[in-house]
């Protein structure tokens, strides 16, 4: 006779646990977020007072257990969640085969040039395009110079070539000056040539800030040395590459 009355009892103790359970999983979700978020506020002024170039902004959460990341720009580090420590190099995740530090880096340079109109920039365009790089480029620099003696090569594999203006010599310098000449120019693609071909062209007085526009771009994206070719996802190359190896590339790129 007493059966039916201890059910109810296990039924109601057994709500009562789950309920007490529930309440306290409730309670503890909130801490943990505030944990976490003293925390990242913690790492961000200890970077912050550092390294003065980086905003708080540029602290972020990652993929990584225990870490988070610091990206400025193409810039990638890790630091611990205790700050503690801080490592600057390349992640990988073993599991997926991919580099996440250099996603991370592709990712902030497809943001970078995606604010840039083309516009701003001198751009050689094929008659059926099939892809565009951006390239950064010093006048006075021996590849950049055989990557565009080769300028025909790219249209005809349906490559547009977007160039960047970047004096590796820094401002006040005469090959700085020269990419201030190609941007006031009448026509800025063929005074582009001459200019890498040593001949004169007609050029005026304008604002030419954009060359430090560039400048700074290409510090943003990482860039190590000139031509440097930034492709469709981000990835950046190095140096010079004839057209049939970038169209080799790019065609595997988007598979």
């Known amino acids: 006779m007493n059966k039916p009355n201890s059910v109810c009892g296990i039924k109601l103790i057994s709500k009562l646990n789950r309920t007490i359970l529930l309440f306290f ?3 503890s979700f909130p801490v943990i977020s505030y944990a976490d978020e003293s925390n990242l506020k913690m790492v961000k002024d200890k ?3 550092l390294f003065p170039d980086i905003n708080e902004e540029d602290v972020l959460e990652s ?20 700050g503690r420590y801080l490592f600057q190099g ?15 880096r592709n990712t902030a340079r497809r943001a970078i040039l995606s604010t840039y109109s083309e516009e701003s920039m001198i751009v050689f365009t094929p008659e059926k395009k099939h892809h565009s790089v951006s390239v950064f480029t010093d006048i006075d620099c021996s590849f950049c110079r055989r990557l565009h003696s080769q300028i025909e090569d790219y249209m005809s594999q349906g490559i547009e070539i977007r160039y960047l203006l ?29 200019a890498k071909l040593d001949q004169k062209f007609n050029t005026y007085d304008c604002d030419s800030s954009i060359i430090q526009t ?9 860039l190590r040395g000139t031509p440097a070719i930034v492709l469709e996802d981000g990835s950046l190359i190095s140096g010079y590459l004839s057209a049939s190896d970038l169209s080799k590339i790019l065609s595997t790129e988007i598979r």
Not at 63 to 82: E, F, M, N, P, T
Not at 90 to 104: L, R
Not at 188 to 194: D, F
Not at 214 to 222: A, L, N, P, R
């Open 166 to 194: 970047y004096p590796r010599t820094g401002p006040d310098t005469l090959s700085w000056t020269k990419a201030q000449e190609v941007w006031c120019s009448d026509n800025r693609n063929s005074a582009l040539t001459l």
């Open 63 to 82: 993929s990584i257990d225990g870490w988070y990341i610091i990206q400025k720009g193409a810039l990638v580090a890790y630091i611990s969640h205790d």
């Open 214 to 222: 560039h400048y700074k771009m290409g510090q943003d994206v990482g």
């Open 47 to 49: 970077i912050a007072n």
């Open 90 to 104: 390349d992640v990988f995740d073993i599991d997926n085969q991919i580099n996440v530090s250099e996603e991370n």
């Open 25 to 27: 999983l409730f309670l």
